[in-house]
């Protein structure tokens, strides 16, 4: 039955000519097969706040890079606190494409995730040092994000002075959810 109702899906591909969709405004090309299994944005913002790994493929002077890494998202952005002495922090200096990968499941039929594309840009100082000002506007609501998510002491960041922000406006969202394929009518 889900191999069926996953035929039909792929069978069904609707074409939406990049046209935006609704909710936070941020300009997202929509996706655009598979709406079916496709989480909404109300289950795509739960998914991406509980879940706290996601893999981030930066380019590479040989290639793709992909490194596990923490991140929290605020509703518009993937932000990533990296390591300002990493290949990711140097490929996304020469090239801010990348794409974030961010899935849970263990069977076929309970695979869920988002992938989001975007460029990474750099937000606030570098590296971000504890005697920094803490007071970085911008940065207020993803540090607090990513102290809550993390359990950092007082709820508030830890600065090492070896890490900074990453922020990634997404050009494109693709979500999945396989264990809506179960819910769906058998094909005729």
């Not at 191999?3 to 792929?10: E, G, K, L, T």
């Not at 002077?61 to 993937?78: E, K, M, N, R, Y």
């Not at 990711?88 to 069977?107: F, L, M, N, S, Y």
């Amino acid at each position: 039955m889900i191999v069926d109702s996953f035929d039909r899906i792929a069978t069904e591909t609707i074409h939406d000519h990049g046209v935006s969709p609704p909710g936070n405004g941020v300009g997202v090309r929509e996706q655009r097969r598979s709406r079916v299994i496709a989480m909404s944005e109300q289950e795509r913002d739960a998914f991406l706040g509980v879940q706290r790994t996601c893999r981030l493929a930066s380019l590479g002077p040989g290639g793709p890079h992909v490194s596990p890494v923490w991140f929290v998202w605020d509703g518009t952005a993937l932000w990533v606190y990296s390591l300002t002495r990493s290949q990711r922090w140097t490929d996304v200096q020469r090239d801010p494409r990348v794409a974030a990968v961010i899935d849970a499941g263990e069977h076929y039929h309970e695979l869920h995730g988002v992938e989001i594309e975007g460029d990474a840009v750099v937000v606030g100082p570098v590296p971000r040092a504890a005697d920094a000002d803490p007071e970085t506007p911008e940065l207020a609501g993803p540090e607090r994000l990513m102290a809550v998510k993390y359990q950092h002491p007082g709820a508030s960041m830890i600065h090492d002075g070896r890490h900074a922000w990453l922020r990634i406006i997404p050009a494109k969202i693709t979500s999945w959810d396989f264990r809506k394929l179960e819910s769906l009518p058998p094909r005729s």
